[in-house]
């Protein structure tokens, strides 16, 4: 039920896509501006010692052969590559190091983030009432809330995201390294993905559907989020492997289809589908009506059991 309401409701908040979009696009770009004037004296060095080049032939050798376990081989080597380079650089680029990923990491965390508060507001609105609230609205009249939960969401976050890259490249490393098991590597990868992040997701589903319901804090938010995810935690989790797949398959089948092209929608849609299923769990465990459409309101199986008691009760 959840995973088909999700996908009822993108359709419905379709026009949240393109607002997405546009926020994207605009934080998108004043992150790589400001990353890029600190990268150039690295990616000088790089360039010397031939990474640059390495790289490059990355791409161009696969695009020849479409070979993804050269890849993921050839991949490691220009990882590891990467960071012999760095290592033996460190003196005199530390600086521009520490500058680089810390745009690359904390301001883009900090400043992509904001569409999921005003995103997550205009659901609210929808879900509740089928009213259509203004995403622009949202973004201003709500910003303070929104930084403070910019803020702790980068706090509590990206220790998560950091070990998650960390797994994933020990994980890679080892598969591609293991005889016998480069072949499953690609598979492994993508499995070990979908499941770690379905963990994350369901985890914090209820944060920002709790801030904006309830219209409390952001500690108090992440509090009964979690304790009202918790109520149905397998089920939601579930539900986020199979929407998770599902945008996968879409993803890879739409930029086949287009050459590449349909990463311009592709992209917000996958964000605004991790929205609309946040709110799909919080509202479901809270045992809260919603609507999915104009015509149709959900009515959760908790709320009905509830207002069955009450029925018996006035009969009685």
């Not at 009905?304 to 029925?311: M, N, Y």
Request: aromatic residues 18%.
């Amino acid at each position: 039920m959840m995973y088909k309401d999700t996908f009822k409701l993108l359709l419905s908040n379709f026009h949240l896509v393109w607002k997405i979009l546009a926020y994207v696009f605009i934080s998108t770009l004043c992150v790589i501006g400001l990353a890029y004037a600190c990268s150039l004296p690295i990616l000088k060095v790089l360039e010397t010692e031939g990474v640059v080049g390495q790289f490059t032939s990355l791409f161009v050798d696969f695009s020849k052969s479409f070979n993804i376990y050269e890849l993921l081989s050839n991949a490691v080597s220009l990882i590891e590559n990467f960071f012999n380079v760095i290592a033996n650089n460190i003196a005199n680029l530390w600086l521009y190091i520490v500058l680089f990923l810390f745009i690359i990491i904390v301001i883009r965390a900090f400043l992509g983030g904001f569409y999921k508060f005003a995103a997550t507001n205009v659901l609210y609105y929808y879900l509740s009432s089928n009213i259509k609230f203004s995403f622009t609205s949202s973004l201003l009249s709500y910003f303070k809330m929104n930084l403070k939960y910019q803020l702790a969401s980068l706090v509590v976050q990206l220790p998560i995201d950091v070990l998650f890259v960390a797994v994933f490249y020990y994980a890679l490393k080892w598969l591609v390294t293991s005889e016998g098991l480069l072949l499953l590597a690609p598979i492994c990868i993508i499995i070990l993905a979908i499941l770690l992040f379905s963990v994350k997701i369901t985890f914090f589903s209820g944060w920002l559907p709790a801030m904006v319901v309830f219209d409390c804090g952001v500690w108090e938010g992440l509090k009964k989020g979690v304790k009202a995810v918790f109520r149905r935690f397998y089920r939601s989790f579930s539900t986020a492997v199979l929407i998770l797949f599902t945008l996968i398959v879409l993803n890879v089948v739409c930029a086949v289809c287009t050459f590449g092209a349909s990463i311009i929608v592709t992209i917000p849609l996958n964000f605004l589908v991790v929205l609309i299923y946040n709110m799909v769990v919080f509202y479901s465990s809270q045992g809260m009506r919603y609507y999915v459409d104009t015509e149709h309101v959900v009515t959760p199986k908790k709320l009905e059991e509830t207002d069955g008691i009450g029925s018996l009760k006035f009969l009685i």
